[in-house]
C-alpha cells in the first residue's frame, strides 16, 4: 500500500539515491537496517509500511511519522524496528498533533512549502 509519495513529504532536504528493489532499506518489513533520516526513499517505505501495518488511512497520520521521525525520535535510535518500536510507545503522548501540523514556514525553511 501507498499512502504517501515523494511528493507528500513536509521536508524537501532529503537526497533521493536509488535503490535495488530487494534492498532491505526498501523492502520488506521494518528490521535492525538502519533508517538515515535524510534519504527520500528509505522514509517514503518506511512511513509507508508503518502506515500499512497500523491500517492508518489519512496522510495526516503519515505525516505524523514523518514530523516524528525528524524532531521527535532521539538521534542514538537507529534501526527501522527500534524507530518503528518508539513511535508505537511515543504516538500518544507526541507534541505533533495529526488533526493539525503546525509548521513554521521560512524562506531557508527545509519545509515544503504548500
Given at each position: 500500500?501507498?499512502?504517501?509519495?515523494?511528493?507528500?513529504?513536509?521536508?524537501?532536504?532529503?537526497?533521493?539515491?536509488?535503490?535495488?528493489?530487494?534492498?532491505?532499506?526498501?523492502?520488506?518489513?521494518?528490521?535492525?537496517?538502519?533508517?538515515?533520516?535524510?534519504?527520500?526513499?528509505?522514509?517514503?517505505?518506511?512511513?509507508?509500511?508503518?502506515?500499512?501495518?497500523?491500517?492508518?488511512?489519512?496522510?495526516?497520520?503519515?505525516?505524523?511519522?514523518?514530523?516524528?521521525?525528524?524532531?521527535?525520535?532521539?538521534n542514538?535510535?537507529?534501526?527501522?524496528?527500534?524507530?518503528?518500536?518508539?513511535?508505537?510507545?511515543?504516538?500518544?503522548?507526541?507534541?505533533?498533533?495529526?488533526?493539525?501540523?503546525l509548521?513554521?514556514?521560512?524562506?531557508?525553511?527545509?519545509?515544503?512549502?504548500?
Amino acid at each position: 500500500m501507498t499512502l504517501i509519495t515523494k511528493s507528500d513529504l513536509k521536508y524537501n532536504d532529503y537526497s533521493w539515491t536509488t535503490y535495488s528493489h530487494d534492498n532491505p532499506k526498501v523492502a520488506g518489513n521494518p528490521d535492525s537496517t538502519l533508517l538515515n533520516r535524510k534519504e527520500g526513499y528509505e522514509i517514503v517505505y518506511f512511513i509507508n509500511k508503518f502506515c500499512e501495518t497500523y491500517k492508518f488511512k489519512s496522510k495526516l497520520q503519515a505525516l505524523k511519522i514523518e514530523n516524528m521521525i525528524r524532531n521527535e525520535v532521539p538521534n542514538n535510535i537507529h534501526s527501522q524496528e527500534k524507530i518503528k518500536k518508539w513511535i508505537e510507545d511515543n504516538w500518544e503522548i507526541s507534541s505533533i498533533k495529526t488533526n493539525v501540523i503546525l509548521i513554521a514556514i521560512t524562506p531557508s525553511s527545509p519545509y515544503r512549502k504548500m
